[in-house]
Structure formats: C-alpha cells, structure tokens
C-alpha cells in the first residue's frame, strides 16, 4: 500500500467516526428520550380517564333523593 492510501483511509474512518458520534447516536438518543416521554404521558392519560370514568361511574351509582311532592305542580291540558 502506499502511503497516500493510508491517509487516505485515515481521513475516511476520521470522518465516518465523527459523523457516528456527531449525528447517528445522538439522533438514536433523542428517539428513545421521545420514546419514553411519549409512553409516559399515555399512561398518564390513561390514568387520568380511569379515574374520570371511576369518578363519573360514581356520581351516576349514587341514590337520588326521592322528589318532594311538593315539588310537582299538577296541571291539566287544555283542549280548544
């Protein structure tokens, strides 16, 4: 081999380094922190449905109070 093919291959592994450690990784680093945060605040969202769902199963579940008769105004339809 000569020596401007070594330099050559030098230079060529200098910059496929770089551009591995510079854009690849960090890149495949963004992705799985986004990844995270993306489940994250799925579950978090699927918590907060539960517990609206619980809250609303609840409020529907409970007794009414019977209604007072005095309440109710009977009337009577008028026919012309």
Do not use: C, G
């Amino acid at each position: 081999m000569s020596f401007f093919k070594i330099i050559l291959w030098a230079f060529v592994l200098y910059y496929l380094y770089k551009f591995i450690f510079t854009l690849v990784v960090p890149v495949t680093k963004v992705a799985r922190e986004m990844k995270s945060k993306v489940e994250q605040m799925q579950t978090m969202q699927q918590e907060q449905q539960h517990t609206q769902q619980n809250t609303v199963h609840h409020q529907q579940t409970k007794a009414k109070p019977a209604p007072d008769k005095a309440d109710y105004i009977e009337f009577e339809e008028i026919k012309p």
